[in-house]
């Protein structure tokens, strides 16, 4: 979370400041997105440089197998990261490259996109190498992601959908405190395969103070 100043002895700014101040951080984050450090992680906007590392990364069968089917070439996630950037300038998008410590490439995403017009419900994914499984740089990362989307964005919910079958990527939500609301049935598909998905959801009122609550436990 974000350590506030103190506001004693400040003036408090005016209605219309208070506007300028939010309008100034939404356009910051059209134009960059900060870097976000977390223990043994970075996570900053993808480059062009990112796309080599991604494509050996996430096209692995292990990968691949719960997730939209991703680029299959270096010139694919090229225009993958460009496509990223022009969500983010339009204000609908945001994509950070996860960096482990010691590398410069990013060798995973985690993104979070707008549902509505006002970027107030969105929905976030993330993949990640599979070397990089069991390493705690998920929990971290995932952290700073959803710290970034309720103090910055005007994300005041946050969905995210695994498919039942991936026990990995439904535990790292679990882990992370979000709530499991359904199975979404034959939501998904993957090689002409269907399979259910379960939804998941964070929301700002709860996690800015402290208070996301355990998962219900869905039959």
Same mark, same amino acid.
């Given at each position: ?5 103190? $506001?004693?002895?400040? @003036? ?6 208070? #506007? &300028? /101040? ?6 910051? *984050? ?11 992680? @970075? ?7 990112? +796309?080599?590392?991604?494509?050996? $990364? ?16 270096? @010139? !694919? ?5 460009? *496509? ?16 482990? /410590?010691? &590398?410069?490439?990013?060798?995973? %995403?985690?993104? #979070? ?10 929905? *976030? ?9 069991? $390493?705690? %740089? ?6 700073? #992601? ?12 946050? @969905?995210?959908?695994?498919? =039942? ?16 609301? +359904? ?8 090689? !002409?395969? &269907? ?7 964070? =929301?700002?009122?709860? *996690? ?9 436990? =869905?039959?």
């Amino acid at each position: 979370m974000l350590n506030l100043p103190s $506001t004693r002895g400040m @003036e408090q700014p005016s209605p219309a400041a208070a #506007v &300028r /101040a939010r309008e100034a951080i939404q356009s910051d *984050w059209r134009t960059a997105l900060p870097v976000l450090a977390a223990d043994g992680v @970075e996570l900053r906007e993808l480059r062009a440089s990112d +796309a080599r590392s991604l494509l050996a $990364t996430l096209t692995t069968e292990e990968v691949a197998r719960f997730i939209s089917p991703p680029p299959t070439t270096v @010139e !694919g996630f090229e225009k993958f990261i460009a *496509w990223t950037r022009r969500q983010q300038t339009e204000g609908k998008y945001v994509c950070f490259g996860v960096v482990p /410590a010691g &590398r410069t490439d990013a060798v995973g %995403i985690i993104q #979070v996109r707008a549902l509505d017009k006002e970027f107030g419900l969105a929905e *976030w994914g993330f993949a990640i190498g599979s070397a990089f499984w069991g $390493t705690g %740089i998920f929990q971290g990362a995932a952290r700073r #992601v959803v710290d970034f989307a309720f103090e910055t964005l005007p994300v005041h919910r946050l @969905e995210a959908r695994a498919v =039942v079958e991936n026990g990995r990527g439904n535990g790292a939500l679990q882990k992370l405190g979000a709530s499991c609301e +359904a199975v979404l049935r034959q939501s998904f598909r993957r090689h !002409g395969v &269907r399979m259910d998905q379960m939804l998941w959801s964070i =929301v700002r009122s709860e *996690w800015v103070i402290g208070e996301v609550k355990p998962p219900a436990r =869905v039959h």
